[in-house]
């Protein structure tokens, strides 16, 4: 359809029509959608029903199918609805979570997946995802750090970048569809590290370091984005005006549509800022929030505020406009159904290929922390004992993967059991999940009871350990316990756990821990009991072949973390990225007695940002420059040369971080500003090369212009945030 007639339906529909455009209703209403928020009714009229213009979380290319037929006919102008859900790491082929996704440091490999979960999706009748979540993420005890790519802006604007480019395409293919980009902003950053509580952001640190990755987002083209839970500034983000108005659309340059969170518009009488529903509805639609996502404000009290003079029917138009822009962009006005197809569906759903892709992308998250004397990777002639809840368990594809069967999911026993040169191995479940007296509620699936004899099943554990040459320990979380409203006070394994591993440890020494998790972990206490530790966060549906394949070596870690594993949960929230503070800590408590540190922990985390070993070693020459004055609109060449010192082929993620030595306001300690992976064979070597131009050295100054300053620059390449591997340059005047 072209503007013309958009703008011609426009002027044809009534208010209750273009109000409807507005509401989102949740899929319970369309008889047992997933529920991803507080249910409830929401007071709605048949009426309502009739016009709203998107459901969400209603999948199956059968069900839509119907659903937009018979909307569409009762309609009064045929206006097709729109269907959003929260595909966040894949749809039925799940892939890691998005934290171990950013792991891969790999942008193409996260495109990818995210275009099969488009292509699968697309066929089950899907028309929008609530992803990428591009929210910055210091803070391990919230447990949407799971859906985050991590603690870097840079890294994560490539990640949410590549997403956006992975769903959309350019919207008009086959197997696409729309990115919904969240949580606007600064969700990342609760008080607390408890979900949905208030975010305190000084201007600056919101620009320099929340809003570039959202920004990432937007210049790839997404076409859609949401408010957050939030307070900035004790303003909530579906009532800001200046957040949505001046800068996520004047200042950032979007201009698609702004749907609120579940509920969110509901939320701000709560929150303490709008006395009822019909107040919320006004400043929501005053700040520009185009969707009501679920609550009844905008369906029950838009029409009146119109009808009183309080809101200007312009607002209603304008954002009514955006969601048919929407809904034009995606061709629905053509084809209402666009791919959704049982046929398709039926071929598409957890076809090898996306098996494939998935599994690839595991091997590539995981990260190895520690591997003592080569304990890994395992022998085929070695007498190996699997232990551990996680060793048979199902639930690995995380909290979000909604439109999953964990049935589809291959366990890490079955996957051992079919591979090729693994025996003699034992199984044993060692002990529960979750503590006994532990609180886990299911966020959107039911969760099984665990049925163990807990003392048996530890007995039978150091039984088969004893026995054993050496003793894989497949630990974790509870896949409940990171994702949403699962923020964590302590970061530690559970008890029961953690007792096996200490039984294990008395009567084997040679322990590998395969560690499942949504978040960064206190691992002090495996640390000091494990000789090898693999972290395999939720790896997806094919993560046992994944773990299977990587245990015995046919193919080899090269994950980076994209968040620190804190020595401490009480060091949070931290970041590689900070600042040396006028007092900075030496490493040395006699002589740095006033240094910003503490007295009876370490400061630093226990593995840090970029961090992450391989089965061979990879030395990393120092960086030589090309020149050592860098003038505007010319580039300095960083070179280091690597070299696959050890038996195996290895992939190395080589990273490139710049210090500027003095601003006009403080400077973070170091900043990513590139990354590159090369694979070496052993005994190769390959010269690594970054070019370093002014831009990459801007940031808000003190007058808050986005510049550069001349002066020092310190550059460090190497394989982790921690490298000091440095040189230095100038940046002219
Ligand atoms: C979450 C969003 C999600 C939405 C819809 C909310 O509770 O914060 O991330 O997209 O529900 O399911």
């Known amino acids: ?57 209603v999948i199956g290319a059968e069900k839509i199918r119907t659903l937009q037929e018979e909307y569409m006919a009762a309609h009064p102008h045929h206006i097709p609805l729109i269907f959003m859900d929260d595909i966040i790491n894949g749809y039925r082929t799940v892939f890691p979570v998005p934290l171990a996704q950013g792991c891969t440091f790999n942008p193409d490999l996260v495109q990818q997946g995210a275009s099969v979960a488009a292509k699968e999706a697309a066929a089950s009748g899907v028309h929008v995802t609530f992803s990428p979540m591009a929210d910055l993420v210091r803070d391990a005890r919230w447990g949407r750090v799971m859906e985050s790519t991590g603690e870097d802006a840079y890294l994560n604007g490539l990640m949410a970048a590549a997403m956006v480019r992975g769903y959309q395409g350019d919207l008009k293919e086959k197997g696409t569809i729309a990115a919904c980009l ?259 509620l299911g966020f959107q699936k039911a969760i099984p009871e665990e049925t163990l004899d807990e003392e048996a099943a530890l007995q039978e554990a150091v039984e088969m350990a004893k026995k054993a040459d050496k003793v894989v320990l497949a630990l974790g979380e509870h896949r409940e316990f990171s994702g949403e409203a699962s923020s964590r006070g302590t970061l530690t394994l559970p008890h029961c756990q953690q007792r096996l ?90 002589t740095a007695r006033f240094g910003s540190k503490y007295q009876d922990m370490p400061k630093y985390p226990l593995y840090p940002f970029g961090f992450g070993l391989s089965y061979t070693t990879i030395s990393c020459s120092p960086v030589t420059l090309n020149k050592a004055v860098l003038k505007k609109g010319d580039a300095i060449t960083a070179a280091v040369t690597v070299k696959n010192t050890g038996h195996c082929t290895g992939t190395e993620t080589v990273q490139l971080y710049i210090r500027d030595v003095v601003g006009s306001v403080a400077r973070p300690v170091r900043e990513l500003k590139g990354f590159r992976q090369v694979t070496l064979r052993p005994g190769e070597e390959k010269e690594v090369l970054f070019e370093i131009t002014e831009d990459m050295l801007r940031f808000w100054d003190i007058h808050m212009n986005y510049v550069s300053e001349p002066g020092e620059f310190h550059l460090f390449i190497g394989s982790d945030s921690t490298t000091d591997n440095k040189a230095a340059f100038t940046l002219e005047a």
């Open 1 to 57: 359809m072209d503007q013309q007639k958009l703008n011609q339906l426009l002027s044809e529909m009534s208010l209750e029509e273009k109000i409807g455009q507005l509401v989102q209703l949740p899929g319970y209403f369309q008889n047992g959608g997933t529920i991803t928020g507080p249910a409830g009714d929401p007071g709605l009229t048949q009426e309502d029903l009739r016009l709203a213009g998107s459901y969400l979380s």
């Open 182 to 440: 969240k949580h606007f902003a600064g969700y990342g950053a609760p008080d607390g590290g408890r979900d949905y509580n208030s975010v305190e952001l000084s201007p600056r640190t919101l620009k320099e370091d929340y809003l570039p990755a959202y920004k990432a987002a937007i210049d790839a083209g997404v076409a859609m984005v949401m408010t957050s839970f939030n307070t900035l500034d004790r303003v909530p983000s579906t009532a800001n005006k200046w957040l949505m108005r001046d800068v996520l659309r004047d200042e950032m340059g979007f201009d698609g549509a702004l749907i609120s969170d579940w509920g969110a518009v509901g939320e701000l009488v709560p929150h303490g800022v709008a006395a009822d529903f019909a107040q919320a509805a006004q400043l929501a639609i005053e700040a520009g929030v185009d969707m009501d996502m679920v609550s009844p404000s905008y369906a029950k009290h838009l029409k009146t505020l119109v009808e009183e003079g309080k809101v200007d029917e312009k607002l209603i138009d304008e954002s009514c406009m955006r969601m048919l822009e929407l809904k034009n962009k995606l061709g629905l006005f053509e084809n209402p159904f666009r791919d959704a197809s049982k046929k398709e569906e039926d071929a598409l759903l957890l076809c090898d290929e996306h098996r494939k892709v998935a599994q690839d992308c595991a091997e590539k998250s995981f990260v190895l922390l520690k591997n003592d004397n080569a304990l890994l990777p395992l022998r085929s002639e070695e007498k190996v004992a699997f232990i551990g809840p996680f060793v048979d368990n199902k639930f690995l594809c995380g909290s979000w993967a909604i439109f999953s069967d964990d049935q589809d999911t291959i366990t890490l026993k079955a996957a051992l059991e079919q591979q090729e040169g693994t025996s003699p191995i034992s199984f044993a479940p060692g002990s529960r999940v979750m503590d006994k007296d532990g609180i886990v």
């Open 501 to 590: 591993l200490d039984e294990v440890a008395k009567v084997n020494q040679n322990i590998t821990v395969v560690l499942f998790c949504g978040r960064p972990m206190d691992l002090r206490k495996v640390q000091n009991k494990a000789k090898a530790i693999l972290v395999a966060w939720f790896p997806g549906t094919e993560g046992g072949p994944a773990l299977a394949r990587t245990l015995y070596g046919h193919c080899v870690p090269q994950g980076k973390l994209s968040m620190a594993f804190p020595w401490s949960v009480s060091q949070l929230p931290m970041h590689y990225n900070e600042f040396s503070t006028g007092r900075p800590f030496t490493g040395d408590y006699r």
